[in-house]
């Protein structure tokens, strides 16, 4: 069974930057999209930023412009880079990644808190 341990998660004031890490246990060549959601309390599990094999990406509109992903097939890790974090950021950021159908991973949570 294919492991996904995210790491980088904090606390970090507003405008400053945290950068999560979510290595897996096979190589990620074997999966197709690997992704980052968040869920913060209260609120529906949404789809922060994916990318590819390939290393094509996808945001959603929300983190524009500050929230970078990208991966690592050689070290079979993904990557989320926040930037000019916000109070609305702060939630339990979840790595995903799929290899096809009925082979979907996700890794345990890691803790992101935007506060002064």
């Known amino acids: 069974q294919v492991q996904l341990v995210e790491s980088g998660g904090g606390l970090v004031q507003p405008g400053g930057s945290l950068r999560l890490s979510c290595g897996a246990s096979v190589s990620i060549f074997s999966i197709s999209v690997m992704a980052w959601y968040r869920q913060a309390p209260g609120k529906q599990r949404e789809l922060v930023a994916a990318v590819t094999r390939g290393g094509s990406t996808t945001y959603t509109d929300s983190v524009k412009g500050r929230f970078t992903i990208s991966r690592d097939n050689a070290k079979n890790t993904m990557y989320l880079q926040m930037n000019n974090m916000k109070p609305e950021d702060t939630a339990v950021y979840l790595c995903?990644?799929?290899?096809?159908?009925?082979?979907?991973?996700w890794g345990q949570g890691t803790q992101v808190t935007v506060s002064s």
């Open positions: 995903h990644g799929v290899g096809g159908p009925g082979l979907d991973y």
